[in-house]
């Protein structure tokens, strides 16, 4: 039976082991064959004058990234990683690796990130590789258990939609039979049914399409959202829920991914409660303070105008009661101040994590926001009748999961925390 690399101790004394040749090293009458598998690397040691002639055979054609098994005794060794070493009594190549490697796994050679993601299969056998997609699968699931605790359905909503939610102009067409089609930007709007629907709490773990033309080390075309909708809350509550989630998700990474956070050599810092508030109004002032640039009331906050707000509250943050004209069609805008609404954006210091709000629930309403945008009340047709028969009030929120990773990794790029990003020129592996 294969044991796993990290579980090979002196105390087996033999053991039948399976990996990738990770290094080779020739030293005269030694050779030393460092190999690797999810779990860690194990030295084998041949001592030529000693070992089996059809070991010496095998490794002598052996190539680094192969995979091999390798049955032998296992002993202590001072110089080996972990303190031990396998010493083959059989050498079997299972599945050699041509040369030259389109990527050096070894990680001497730094690749460049096309490189890296164009060979991805290859790049992710690098631990710290490994280690991102460990922490994103345990932060997948520390954000299910916490709505499932909390009585949240989990719903899957479909992708191909007849309409834009977040605003027309980064949607991608697709062919739909006779029938004008897109890839969904946004659960917004099926969520939101939902709550129609009398299901309450509702969370959804998917694909979002933004056909954003730009290119940087934040936005992709195809991304993961995070989205919650709750019905009988407001802002406020839903902005409770959500650090509530982001803690959570941290916590259980802390706690249960200690050898991937080590591998990977950051400094995880749990977010404390309570994360502070800032008004719309105060960021641009902020902004305007530290960037000189000439920030509008009503204007975007621009990437520049977003690191300095971050770099002056240094931790995560809510940015509070957006000018309604900048804000979507369903964003509740106050009774008393409609030109300022119940939507917020939930920020890491280096970038926006999540949007949320309060959704307006009245449909003539709703149907005067989407008019306000320039939008069509028409094509909206599907969404707004459950309005007309008993929406209760409702909040929620989408986070982006690429970006969360990114920023608790403190991944340069976003596309290191997406195995096969889709960008401006990637489609492809
Ligand atoms: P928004 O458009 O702000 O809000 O998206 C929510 C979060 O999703 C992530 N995100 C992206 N990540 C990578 N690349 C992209 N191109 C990209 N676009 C968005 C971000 C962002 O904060 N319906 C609302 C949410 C809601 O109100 O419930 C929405 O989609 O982290």
């Known amino acids: 039976m294969r044991i796993p690399l990290k579980e090979v101790t002196p105390e087996l004394q033999s053991a039948e082991v399976i990996g990738w040749i990770h290094e080779i090293r020739n030293l005269g009458g030694l050779s030393f064959f460092i190999l690797r598998d999810r779990t860690g690397f194990l030295q084998a040691t041949i001592i030529k004058k000693k070992a089996p002639e059809a070991v010496l055979e095998a490794a002598k054609d052996v190539s680094r990234e192969s995979v091999v098994k390798i049955v032998g005794t296992v002993k202590e060794s001072d110089k080996a990683p972990g303190g031990r070493e396998i010493i083959p009594e059989q050498f079997e190549i299972i599945s050699k690796a041509e040369t030259p490697l389109p990527l050096d796994v070894s990680e001497k050679v730094l690749a460049e990130v096309d490189t890296r993601l164009d060979n991805r299969y290859l790049d992710a056998r690098r631990p710290k590789v490994s280690a991102v997609f460990q922490v994103r699968s345990a932060v997948t699931?520390?954000?299910?258990?916490?709505?499932?605790?909390?009585g949240y359905i989990n719903i899957t909503t479909s992708k191909i939609v007849?309409?834009?939610?977040?605003?027309?102009?980064?949607?991608?067409?697709?062919?739909?039979?006779?029938?004008?089609?897109?890839?969904?930007?946004?659960?917004?709007?099926?969520?939101?049914?939902?709550?129609?629907?009398?299901?309450?709490?509702?969370?959804?773990?998917?694909?979002?399409?933004?056909?954003e033309e730009h290119n940087t080390t934040r936005h992709l075309n195809e991304a993961t959202s995070i989205d919650a909708e709750i019905s009988f809350a407001d802002h406020n509550d839903v902005m409770k829920i959500l650090e509530d989630v982001i803690i959570a998700a941290y916590e259980y990474v802390d706690k249960n991914c200690t050898d991937a956070i080590e591998t990977l050599g950051v400094d995880?810092?749990?977010?404390?409660?309570?994360?502070?508030?800032?008004?719309?109004?105060?960021?641009?002032?902020?902004?305007?303070?530290?960037?000189?640039?000439?920030?509008?009331?009503?204007?975007?906050?621009?990437?520049?105008?977003?690191?300095?707000?971050?770099?002056?509250?240094?931790?995560?943050?809510?940015?509070?009661?957006?000018?309604?004209?900048?804000?979507?069609?369903?964003?509740?805008?106050?009774?008393?101040?409609?030109?300022?609404?119940k939507a917020f954006d939930m920020m890491h210091?280096?970038?926006?994590?999540?949007?949320?709000?309060?959704?307006?629930?009245?449909?003539?309403?709703?149907?005067?926001?989407?008019?306000?945008?320039?939008?069509?009340?028409e094509s909206f047709e599907f969404y707004l009748k459950p309005f007309r028969y008993g929406m209760p009030p409702h909040a929620g929120w989408g986070v982006g999961m690429d970006r969360l990773i990114m920023t608790m990794l403190d991944l340069p790029n976003i596309r290191e925390a997406v195995l096969f990003p889709r960008d401006r020129h990637r489609v492809t592996p």
């Open 268 to 341: 995880l810092k749990v977010p404390g409660k309570n994360f502070p508030k800032i008004t719309y109004a105060e960021a641009i002032d902020m902004a305007a303070v530290s960037t000189n640039e000439d920030i509008k009331y009503g204007d975007d906050l621009s990437t520049s105008a977003e690191r300095a707000i971050g770099e002056e509250m240094g931790e995560h943050y809510f940015i509070t009661d957006w000018p309604t004209s900048i804000k979507p069609y369903y964003a509740m805008p106050y009774e008393d101040d409609p030109k300022i609404c």
């Open 349 to 377: 210091p280096r970038m926006e994590l999540s949007s949320g709000a309060q959704r307006i629930h009245q449909y003539d309403l709703l149907v005067e926001q989407i008019k306000q945008k320039g939008l069509s009340p």
């Open 162 to 211: 007849a309409a834009a939610t977040e605003g027309g102009t980064e949607l991608f067409p697709i062919a739909y039979f006779e029938k004008e089609a897109f890839l969904n930007q946004s659960p917004q709007l099926y969520k939101q049914m939902m709550m129609a629907a009398g299901f309450e709490k509702v969370f959804e773990i998917g694909p979002i399409f933004r056909a």
């Open 141 to 150: 699931r520390a954000v299910s258990e916490y709505f499932y605790k909390e």
